[in-house]
Nanobody, 128 residues
Framework: QVQLVESGGGLVQAGGSLRLSCAASGRTFSSYAMGWFRQAPGKEREFVAAISWSGGSTVYADSVKGRFTISRDNAKNTVYLQMNSLKPEDTAVYYC?????????????????????WGQGTQVTVSS
């Protein structure tokens, strides 16, 4: 079982930056691939970024590629999402998620159905 708690959301002006954190419980955090998803009002949850258990593989949504960076610190049981050059369309509730992967597959990492564990979400609001 993995419990996830996101933090770091807030209100920022367009062009600004935020760093989200997701702290995970459990001694086997390093065995889990981690993902970030977001959901804007009236829209479906969408994939943002994912990272393999080792941090050696990452995948991003086209809409955030070059602006967002996912990383992890297995010693701290934490995954991060550094968000730069934020746009109003990035406004959403951001969720982190975890899944036990024996082998990294980016196609699976992009699907919310793949993940077993979810955090409660953190609000990110980008003003224009």
């Amino acid at each position: 079982q993995v419990q996830l708690v996101e933090s770091g959301g807030g209100l920022v002006q367009a062009g600004g930056s935020l760093r989200l954190s997701c702290a995970a419980s459990g001694r086997t955090f390093s065995s889990y691939a981690m993902g970030w998803f977001r959901q804007a009002p009236g829209k479906e949850r969408e994939f943002v970024a994912a990272i393999s258990w080792s941090g050696g593989s990452t995948v991003y949504a086209d809409s955030v590629k070059g602006r967002f960076t996912i990383s992890r610190d297995n010693a701290k049981n934490t995954v991060y999402l550094q968000m730069n050059s934020l746009k109003p369309e990035d406004t959403a509730v951001y969720y982190c998620a975890a899944v036990y992967f024996t082998a990294w597959r980016s196609s699976l990492a992009k699907s919310s159905n793949t993940y077993n564990f979810w955090g409660q979400g953190t609000q990110v609001t980008v003003s224009s």
